[in-house]
């Protein structure tokens, strides 16, 4: 069976579907880098110190100013011009992949992350150096919303799952990339070719694009089945069937060249066994796009609006960015090394961690990846309250890296995976942004109101660790919520048989 199953998935990828998926992770993996960029070279960036890394010896000789003077506060509106750019690409960007397509989309977020690089590598002021923030936070957005959809419309059925999670890879992969550059880079004004960087990723994304295909099941819904199947065919390789693929779209027998869709197009019952089987809002007849607002008005669509923003909220209020952030702290004197390169440790585990789980989601399901995940995070959640409490280093130090293993099972990919099978192709774009705008908005809470919020509950309950069993306590909350509301999307061929709603023929 295993075989079988192996055998099955090396037909499904082929060497055109690879490069596809490596090229349109790039947005992810862009998203990854800047959001990690500033962290390491921040003392050098703001003047605090002349170099982070001693070991670093020469500087590059530039007329742009060494450093940017700021203050505390003025590095934190950089910081969150970021976010907030991020907020307002996913917001436009589910409507502008809806309407004009995703390969449009992807090579105008090219656009963003070269000139918000640009600016950043050469700016000597606080809002020069904020613009370019916004422009990049802009170009992530919308790339984590768009992505995820053009992924899940590429790849085979069967193997969704592994390659949307290649979404969470490639963010973990610009991470390390930006903390190991900041590691070697963080010294003088070696820090604007961190910043640099950006833009030769910029550059590479949107060349990468112009050999990549729009979406089969774009071209399919916009009344183009001609190029759709063309398109899907070579994506699958000469002779693997796409019969499957296609029973929900208008497409004529004569343009399918696979005798099993052929004669399943050329069935006089088809039509009415594809009326039966899908959805309205599934066939490509009668597609009528849904807007950002429209989709909550719509008691259809809601149900799917309400579990991806609770999943967004177990995502960041189970306390994986406050691990993330505060790691170091937590662990220096438990392991004999820099901070620098304490991160980039977390960062590969990381990295490593979602690779390994990455085919769990096909395997054991979504929801279950999701609740495993949350159980996890939850148990070491408690276990690095406590551990704090009594002062146990060694332990604070497990239950982090435990953090970043039980997020990397579920909360980490999944999200990204399954807001594209919660709705049909009409309601994807909307649904993703109503998704990553709430991830915006509760990880602006998380990095905003951590810090004030432990060092309240630490010095009136006194010690440290109080913060922590409350994120125990949204842990529990968000198991219930995904546990009641969130069904599971693996195995299922649409929206309607996802939430089991009797299908609707035209």
Same mark, same amino acid.
């Given at each position: 069976?295993a075989?079988?199953?192996l055998?099955?998935?090396?037909?499904?990828?082929t060497?055109?579907l690879v490069?596809?998926?490596?090229v349109?992770t790039?947005?992810p993996l862009?998203?990854?880098f800047?959001?990690s960029?500033?962290n390491?070279?921040?003392?050098v960036?703001?003047?605090?110190?002349?170099?982070?890394?001693d070991h670093?010896?020469?500087?590059?000789d530039t007329?742009?100013?060494q450093?940017?003077?700021?203050?505390?506060?003025q590095?934190?509106l950089?910081?969150?011009?970021?976010v907030?750019g991020?907020f307002?690409g996913?917001l436009?960007?589910?409507?502008?992949?809806t309407q004009?397509?995703?390969?449009?989309?992807?090579r105008?977020?090219?656009?963003?992350?070269?000139l918000?690089?640009?600016?950043?590598?050469?700016?000597?002021?606080?809002p020069?150096m904020?613009a370019g923030?916004c422009?990049?936070g802009?170009?992530?957005? @919308?790339?984590t %919303?768009?992505?995820?959809?053009?992924? &899940?419309?590429?790849?085979? /059925?069967n193997?969704?799952g592994l390659?949307? +999670?290649m979404t969470?890879?490639?963010?973990n992969i610009?991470l390390l990339?930006?903390?190991?550059?900041?590691?070697?880079?963080s010294?003088g004004s070696?820090?604007?070719?961190?910043l640099?960087?950006?833009i030769g990723l910029?550059?590479?994304?949107g060349?990468g694009?112009?050999?990549?295909p729009?979406?089969?099941?774009?071209l399919?819904a916009?009344k183009?089945?001609?190029q759709?199947?063309?398109?899907?065919?070579?994506?699958?390789g000469?002779?693997?069937?796409?019969a499957?693929?296609i029973?929900?779209?208008d497409?004529? @027998?004569?343009? %399918?060249?696979d005798?099993?869709?052929t &004669?399943l197009?050329r069935? /006089?019952?088809?039509p009415?066994r594809r009326? +039966?089987?899908?959805?309205?809002s599934?066939s490509?007849?009668?597609?009528e796009?849904v807007?950002?607002?429209?989709?909550?008005?719509?008691?259809q669509?809601r149900?799917a609006?309400?579990?991806?923003?609770?999943i967004?909220f177990a995502q960041?209020?189970?306390g994986?960015n406050s691990?993330?952030?505060?790691?170091?702290?937590?662990?220096?004197?438990v392991?004999?090394?820099?901070?620098s390169?304490?991160t980039?440790m977390?960062?590969?585990?990381?990295?490593?961690?979602?690779?390994?789980c990455?085919?769990?989601?096909?395997?054991?399901?979504r929801?279950?990846?999701l609740?495993?995940s949350i159980?996890?995070?939850g148990?070491s959640?408690l276990?690095?309250?406590? +551990?704090?409490?009594?002062?146990?280093?060694?332990?604070?130090?497990?239950s982090v890296?435990s953090?970043v293993g039980?997020?990397?099972?579920?909360?980490g990919p999944?999200p990204?995976l399954?807001?594209?099978?919660?709705v049909?192709?009409?309601?994807?774009?909307a649904?993703q942004s109503?998704?990553?705008a709430?991830?915006?908005?509760?990880t602006?809470?998380?990095?905003?109101f951590f810090?004030i919020l432990?060092?309240?509950?630490n010095e009136?309950?006194?010690?440290?660790g109080?913060?922590y069993?409350?994120?125990?306590?949204?842990?529990?909350?968000?198991?219930?919520?995904?546990?009641?509301y969130?069904?599971e999307?693996?195995?299922?061929k649409?929206?309607?048989?996802?939430?089991?709603?009797?299908?609707r023929?035209?």
């Amino acid at each position: 069976m295993a075989s079988a199953g192996l055998r099955q998935c090396i037909r499904d990828v082929t060497p055109y579907l690879v490069f596809i998926i490596f090229v349109s992770t790039f947005g992810p993996l862009q998203f990854g880098f800047h959001l990690s960029e500033l962290n390491a070279p921040q003392d050098v960036l703001t003047c605090a110190v002349k170099s982070v890394a001693d070991h670093v010896a020469s500087q590059p000789d530039t007329s742009l100013p060494q450093c940017i003077p700021m203050n505390e506060a003025q590095f934190a509106l950089i910081s969150s011009m970021y976010v907030l750019g991020g907020f307002i690409g996913a917001l436009v960007a589910g409507p502008v992949s809806t309407q004009f397509g995703r390969l449009l989309a992807m090579r105008i977020t090219s656009v963003f992350f070269i000139l918000g690089s640009s600016l950043e590598t050469l700016s000597g002021t606080v809002p020069l150096m904020s613009a370019g923030r916004c422009l990049s936070g802009i170009g992530a957005g @919308a790339a984590t %919303v768009i992505v995820p959809i053009y992924i &899940s419309e590429v790849a085979p /059925p069967n193997e969704r799952g592994l390659f949307g +999670s290649m979404t969470q890879v490639t963010i973990n992969i610009g991470l390390l990339i930006t903390q190991t550059l900041g590691f070697y880079l963080s010294t003088g004004s070696s820090w604007r070719i961190i910043l640099g960087v950006g833009i030769g990723l910029g550059f590479a994304q949107g060349i990468g694009l112009f050999f990549v295909p729009e979406s089969p099941a774009w071209l399919a819904a916009h009344k183009d089945p001609e190029q759709a199947v063309k398109t899907l065919q070579r994506i699958r390789g000469a002779g693997n069937s796409i019969a499957e693929e296609i029973q929900h779209w208008d497409v004529p @027998a004569g343009l %399918v060249d696979d005798e099993a869709a052929t &004669s399943l197009l050329r069935d /006089p019952e088809a039509p009415t066994r594809r009326d +039966s089987s899908h959805s309205k809002s599934s066939s490509t007849k009668t597609v009528e796009h849904v807007g950002f607002f429209a989709i909550i008005k719509d008691p259809q669509y809601r149900p799917a609006i309400i579990a991806m923003i609770g999943i967004m909220f177990a995502q960041q209020f189970c306390g994986i960015n406050s691990v993330m952030m505060y790691s170091v702290s937590l662990l220096r004197g438990v392991i004999p090394m820099s901070s620098s390169l304490l991160t980039i440790m977390i960062s590969a585990v990381n990295l490593i961690a979602t690779v390994a789980c990455s085919p769990l989601a096909d395997k054991i399901g979504r929801k279950t990846c999701l609740l495993l995940s949350i159980a996890g995070m939850g148990s070491s959640s408690l276990v690095l309250a406590i +551990s704090l409490r009594m002062e146990v280093k060694v332990l604070s130090a497990i239950s982090v890296l435990s953090f970043v293993g039980f997020f990397a099972t579920g909360l980490g990919p999944v999200p990204f995976l399954i807001a594209s099978e919660l709705v049909g192709t009409e309601a994807v774009g909307a649904t993703q942004s109503w998704a990553l705008a709430a991830n915006y908005i509760f990880t602006f809470l998380i990095a905003q109101f951590f810090p004030i919020l432990n060092t309240i509950l630490n010095e009136k309950l006194g010690g440290k660790g109080w913060a922590y069993f409350g994120f125990t306590i949204f842990a529990a909350i968000s198991f219930a919520f995904v546990g009641a509301y969130v069904p599971e999307t693996k195995g299922k061929k649409d929206a309607d048989e996802v939430w089991g709603r009797t299908r609707r023929v035209d």
